[in-house]
């Protein structure tokens, strides 16, 4: 069973650049969830993805964005980024319908905006 | 709206020692709760989950959690402590209905001391 992957694991971008962050669910999960671990912190909602369609959404602004794919792989785009952006980014993949609440994350992509 | 409240954000305790990692948590309706463990550079990892029945749970490593509705607590124990449990523990809820949002707390970094 593969796990959840993230790629890149590690990015280096300058304020007002765009970025994209991807994410492959486990296999058999359906739902992707993104999370925004800034240093020192907990991980914060960004919003989650269930059937293609932005299924609950945390208090990010709306240059966070994202996609899901038919095969439930996920994007996450962040538009004219800010210094404040610098953040772990986890991708977390779980299964609607069957033991919803466990979420299973990846590595996590470490983005630094300069 | 969910709340987790880590009050320790630092705890350093000598190995073979016992260690309590306090979890509080506040919501306005049911919640499952979580604690996850973060080792350095890595991803978020399930530690264990309390879903329903009996209120203490435990995991394969050792730790255990007892969940305590009337102080709205799910604090994290172990009884010996080894240097590989050196880690960033984080505790979570997720409402019984809606998405599945995870709501963490700040974190709490354990340090083992030979």
């Known amino acids: 069973e593969t796990g959840v992957t993230q790629s890149p694991t590690h990015l280096i971008k300058t304020r007002g650049q765009q970025v994209t962050l991807r994410c492959s669910s486990q296999s058999g999960h359906n739902t992707v969830s993104w999370y925004q671990q800034a240093l020192g912190q907990g991980p914060q909602f960004i919003f989650q993805y269930y059937r293609e369609e932005e299924n609950g959404r945390g208090n990010f602004p709306p240059r966070f964005s994202g996609l899901q794919f038919p095969n439930y792989s996920s994007e996450l785009n962040v538009n004219a980024l800010e210094l404040d952006d610098s953040a772990l980014y986890l991708c977390a993949s779980s299964k609607t319908g069957l033991n919803v609440y466990e979420q299973y994350f990846g590595p996590g992509t470490r983005l630094t905006v300069t | 709206a969910q709340s987790v409240t880590q009050l320790d954000s630092q705890v350093p305790v000598f190995e073979e020692a016992p260690v309590e990692l306090r979890c509080n948590y506040s919501?306005?309706?049911?919640?499952?709760l979580f604690w996850y463990v973060q080792y350095p550079n890595q991803g978020l990892q399930l530690l264990l989950k309390y879903l329903s029945g009996s209120t203490l749970v435990e995991s394969i490593n050792g730790f255990e959690a007892e969940f305590n509705k009337s102080q709205t607590s799910f604090h994290l124990r172990k009884p010996s402590v080894h240097i590989s449990d050196t880690a960033e523990y984080f505790c979570?809820?997720?409402?019984?209905?809606?998405?599945?949002?995870?709501?963490f707390g700040t974190g709490t970094r354990l340090t083992i001391i030979p």
């Open positions: 919501s306005s309706v049911s919640v499952y």
């Open positions: 979570a809820v997720v409402p019984y209905f809606g998405n599945e949002k995870l709501t």
